[in-house]
């Protein structure tokens, strides 16, 4: 095994800024909102640009400073994401996809709606979602998945045969894999 070139300053005043400021940096973030994983994945990454960076931030006369505002920063960018994601899904109503139950109220229809699209087979379940949650055309989610568009039609009218058999009320429907338990198949 080749021995290992001794650490150089710079590597080691790197790791000791890591040591003093992580749990730092986590702990401000979960001050903000952040929940502790995503706190710490965040401050991972501004731990991570920093280390790119290492040779102009260490000359910064408060280096952890340029870390936890990195920090906040992926923080502000993950919730605006979250939120914009939050507002789409809000507005979206994919009850379109299947047969609209008229005693369920909205919220139940929501839910098993979200059941239903869970026992979908993975590839189907990210065609709907892409082709009428995120409203592509078909180029455009066969391009996201990587497929021939004659597979993402045949995928959607798979879902959307599974989906309608499993809003009915006979409750079978397709397995994780897309095996129909029922026999008309």
Partial sequence: MPEQPPPSAADASFDE???KGFTRIVRSLALVGADRATAEDLTQEAFCLTYQRW????RYDNPIAWVAKTALNKWRQHRRTADRRH??????????????NKDLDEVDKRLAIQRSLERLPQRQR???????????SLSDVALTLELAEGTVKAYLHD???SLAHLMTDDGEGPNREGDWSGSER
């Fill in 126 to 136: 990210e065609a709907i979602v892409l082709h009428y949650i995120l409203d592509q």
């Fill in 55 to 58: 040779s102009e931030v260490c």
């Fill in 159 to 161: 879902a959307r045969h």
């Fill in 87 to 100: 507002g789409l899904l809000a507005q979206v109503d994919p009850l379109h996809l299947v047969k609209e």
């Fill in 17 to 19: 800024l890591f040591e």
